[in-house]
C-alpha cells in the first residue's frame, strides 16, 4: 500500500482539494479510491492559473458539424446543445501533485505570521509605499 493510499483510507468521506500535474484543482468528497484511481463526489474545480475561484466543472454535449468551404474548414454548433455539469470525478494517482484534506483545524489563519502597521494599499497610501 502506498503512502497515499494509507492516507486517503482515513479520508473517505471527507473533502479534499486535489492539485493536479496539469495545474488544475479539484475540491470534493472522497467516494473511493485504489492503487491507481480516487473518485471524488460534487465536484468544483479551479485552475492555480486564474483566480476566478471554483466552478462546476462542464462539457458541451452539443452537435457539432463541420464541413469544408472555399475559406477552410468550417465548425458550427447546432442549436441543440447543452451544457453539462459533471459532479464526480475520477482522478489517476499517477498525475497528482498535492493532497489537502479540508479540515476546520487546516483552515484556521496561522498564528506564527504576524505583519503589523500594514493595512490594504490604497491610491491614497500607496505613494507613500513605493
Known sequence: ??????????????ELIV??????TYKGRLAEFDESW?????????????LR??????????????YITMRGIVSEEKDR?????????LINLDQVLRVWPLRPE???????IHVEGH??????NRAGRI
Do not use: F
Not at 54 to 66: D, L, N, R
Not at 119 to 124: D, L, M, N, S, Y
Open 1 to 14: 500500500m502506498s503512502v497515499l493510499a494509507k492516507h486517503l483510507k482515513d479520508l473517505v468521506g471527507h
Open 19 to 24: 492539485v493536479m500535474d496539469d495545474d488544475r
Open 38 to 50: 480516487m473518485m471524488l463526489n460534487d465536484v468544483t474545480e479551479g485552475s492555480t492559473q486564474n
Open 53 to 66: 475561484g471554483w466552478e462546476e466543472p462542464a462539457v458541451s454535449g452539443g452537435i457539432v458539424e463541420k
Open 81 to 89: 446543445t447543452k451544457i453539462i455539469r459533471l459532479k464526480d470525478v
Open 106 to 112: 487546516y483552515l484556521a489563519k496561522p498564528e506564527h
Open 119 to 124: 493595512g490594504p494599499v490604497t491610491r491614497e
